[in-house]
């Protein structure tokens, strides 16, 4: 077969994909730095599976960022960007400014003139939204105060391509390269407009995506739902996508920033479900090609040629941009931890670098030689970010983070010995922990949101920063005295790592484990653990009781069949967790479901039967004056 056929190279892709991805996730180093490993091994420099190609792949590859930012303007209600409006200006236009004059700087320092320079400025300014979002999403941080500043930023970056597309054709120093001549004057229909022509067809495509979503696209999806045909609808999504793409390229603007101004505008639409069900399997398939092409394109042979100059020349790229975040983390008042985060997530440069690095050569803003060496430079940075994550997480946050953090292991610094430990406080934690003060009953509280435990402290709760899986933190809490641990986290993995580690050094502690669902029940009770909680069945069961009074049952009734279901339910849980065949479980599950079912109809029966009043006063007056 034919090594550059259709075939084979998709083969090729999918195959290094699903090696590559699955070993970064087990050894901690995240699905993105899984594709960008992949990709450098299967490209023109390593195994030599694919060639050049990679870089016209890449074009192709980036309309799944095109694509996740149409998904997250679905996800941003106007509303929701103007309660936002604060960090996105003050937050994310401040890093754009500064980061722009500082990189500037530097290479008018290096000899360049301000043009180019400022030009390099705007463009490396810029961060990588697709890796810092999945990056934070698959670390559980998007909802932390690092992951929204983060996000902000990433917004107002997006939005500033558009005026950085509008002025950088005023940099221009260098002469046209001849090859590309002709090529500026038929991509798109703004190259022969003079710059106020330039600025009025920018506002006016801007303005007709607007009008478009709110008047044009709408109906249009009124008109193909009507069909019940999913793929027409799927159909219809992609062509949205790929139009409005193909609109901003011909006026000279980002694709990626034409679908977020479309997503935004449906944000409210009926609509707006089923439209992010249908585009998210192609915007994952697509953002793994992207960074896929982002690792096959490296151009290693002038990295190689140049190794100090690009090593340091990356190195200070982040030290610049990750100063520049670090001190506006301090002014937003970021706690030290979270700041960490936020300032290693967001020090490489972004995709859209590779889009305004092709627009400069083209332009005639930066000389071709130039563009070659900073594109090196921007997919190093890509490559790092994932490794930078890594190494903040287990070595900077373990040294320099928050000041909260439990005492060493020391038993004079131990000032308090309480009976109950709870490591997590977040909605599940926190009503655990007040009841039990309001028994009187002293607590040692342990979180890893260093935000949170601020707030608690001012609340008046004694709460310590750290990860409770850690031994020496569990050990300095007090844990080898302690007579209860509430295994609050969200976490589920973290759950049962916190296990493992008491049953190894703690044995005597005895655990009440939160547990999310059912499957996650299992793997706890399969671990050892007696004390399950399901964070859904108490409140679950409490609704059914209010719905059964609702409709005309005995209080009594209904608490005393919720109190059968719920021990029932218990012991069913517990046959069902040893079995691992799953046809097996079906059928027991379904012959369990069936006896619980018939249980409960007998003991309502036998209740009726015996007439029962029990404890119920309301339900009484309720029947009295219903036998009137």
């Keep these: 077969m034919d090594p550059k056929s259709f075939i084979f190279q998709a083969m090729i892709y999918l195959a290094a994909a699903v090696i590559m991805v699955p070993l970064a996730k087990k050894t901690g180093l995240g699905s ?41 303007g679905l996800e941003l209600e106007p509303e929701l960007l103007w309660k936002l409006r604060k960090p996105i200006i003050g937050l994310g236009g401040l890093q754009v400014l500064l980061s722009s004059l500082f990189l500037a700087g530097a290479g008018i320092y290096f000899g360049l003139a301000w043009q180019p320079a400022l030009a390099i400025g705007m463009t490396l300014s810029l961060s990588s939204t697709a890796i810092v979002l999945q990056t934070l999403t698959e670390k559980g941080l998007m909802k932390s105060a690092s992951g929204q500043s983060a996000f902000s930023v990433l917004l107002f ?77 799927t159909a219809t999504a992609l062509l949205l996508i790929v139009g409005i793409a193909v609109l901003m390229q011909l006026v000279g603007l980002s694709p990626a920033l034409g679908t977020f101004l479309a997503g935004v505008v449906l944000a409210n639409s009926e609509y707006k479900h089923e439209l992010e069900s249908d585009i998210e399997p192609f915007k994952g398939l697509l953002l793994g090609l992207f960074f896929l092409a982002v690792g096959a394109s490296i151009n290693f042979k ?44 967001l020090s490489q440069v972004g995709e859209f670098a590779f889009v305004l690095f092709s627009f400069t050569a083209k332009r005639g803003i930066l000389p071709q030689e130039i563009v070659d060496t900073l594109v090196a430079v921007v997919a190093i940075s890509m490559t790092l970010t994932p490794l930078l994550m890594l190494l903040n997480e287990k070595v900077f946050l373990v040294k320099f983070g928050t000041k909260e953090e439990i005492p060493p292991i020391n038993n004079d610094e131990i000032n308090e010995s309480n009976p109950v430990i709870i490591a997590g406080f977040g909605h599940f934690g926190s009503t655990i922990g007040r009841f039990l003060r309001a028994h009187n009953t002293n607590t040692t509280i342990l979180d890893i949101d260093s935000d949170r435990v601020d707030l608690l402290r001012k609340m008046g709760f004694k709460v310590y920063y750290g990860d409770a899986s850690r031994y020496e933190l569990l050990y300095a809490a007090g844990a080898a005295k302690a007579k209860v641990i509430v295994i609050a986290i969200g976490d589920a993995s973290k759950r049962l790592e916190m296990i493992e580690t008491i049953k190894k050094h703690f044995p005597n502690l005895r655990m009440l484990v939160r547990s999310t669902n059912r499957v996650d029940a299992y793997d706890q009770m399969n671990a050892g653990m007696l004390h399950v909680y399901r964070e859904t069945l108490d409140t679950s069961l409490r609704l059914g009781v209010d719905a059964l009074k609702l409709l005309g049952h005995r209080a ?62 309301e339900g009484l007056i309720r029947d009295a004056t219903r036998e009137r």
């Design 157 to 233: 970056q997006d939005i500033a391509v558009i005026p950085m597309l509008a002025v950088m054709p005023l940099l221009a120093t260098y002469p046209l390269p001849l090859s590309k001549e002709a090529e500026v004057h038929t991509t798109n229909w703004v190259s022969d407009l003079p710059g106020w022509g330039v600025t009025l067809v920018t506002l006016g495509s801007v303005a007709f995506i607007i009008v478009a979503g709110r008047y044009i696209i709408k109906p249009i999806f009124r008109m193909v739902a009507a069909t019940r045909l999913r793929e027409v609808f």
């Design 32 to 72: 993105v730095l899984g594709y960008l490993l992949a990709g450098v091994l299967i490209g023109p420099f390593v195994l030599g599976f694919i060639g050049n190609e990679g870089e016209d792949l890449l074009h192709f590859a980036e309309f799944g960022v095109v694509m996740m930012l149409f998904i997250i």
């Design 302 to 345: 002038l990295i190689l040629d140049n190794p100090e100059m690009i090593l340091w020349l990356v190195l200070l790229l982040m030290f610049i941009k990750g100063v520049v975040l670090y001190l506006l983390g301090r002014i937003f008042k970021l706690g030290i931890d979270q700041n960490l985060i936020f300032a290693f997530a």
């Design 556 to 617: 009594y009734t209904a608490h005393r069949s919720a109190r059968t279901f719920f021990k029932l339910d218990e012991l069913n849980m517990k046959k069902l967790a040893a079995i691992r065949e799953q046809e097996q479980y079906i059928n027991t599950a379904r012959e369990l479901i069936e006896e619980l079912e018939d249980i409960i109809k007998a003991d309502s029966r036998n209740i009726q039967f015996v007439g029962d009043t029990g404890w119920d006063e």
